[in-house]
């Protein structure tokens, strides 16, 4: 069973910077996409940024020029560089990955970010 693992969550300052990393307990299995996602309170689970296996990469409008999302060789990391942020990019961010053969969705466990000052 392959397990997301999301790493590098916590508070910071409005206008500062966070990454965020997530590791497949596996590798070989065929993921066409790994993302990220975030859920803030009283709100819907929303895709961040995403990034596919060709390299492809797609943005929310709220953080197009701002967050950077990248995807490793191996394909078992995927890390979201988080910067400018504001107190409105507070939520839980959860790891996504879609396996293509057979069509499967993980998520990770998710991980707090807290934009305050």
Excluded: H
């Excluded at 392959?2 to 307990?25: D, F, K, N, R």
């Amino acid at each position: 069973q392959v397990q997301l693992v999301e790493s590098g969550g916590g508070l910071v300052q409005p206008g500062g910077s966070l990454t965020l990393s997530c590791v497949a307990s596996q590798s070989g299995f065929s993921i066409s996409f790994m993302g990220w996602y975030r859920q803030a309170p009283g709100k819907q689970r929303e895709l961040v940024a995403g990034v596919t296996s060709g390299g492809s990469t797609t943005y929310s409008d709220s953080v197009k020029g701002r967050f950077t999302i990248s995807r490793d060789s191996a394909e078992r990391t995927v890390a979201l560089q988080m910067s400018s942020l504001k107190p409105e990019d507070t939520a839980v961010y959860y790891c996504n990955a879609v396996r293509s053969i057979p069509p499967f969705t993980y998520w990770g466990r998710g991980t707090q970010v807290t934009v305050s000052s």
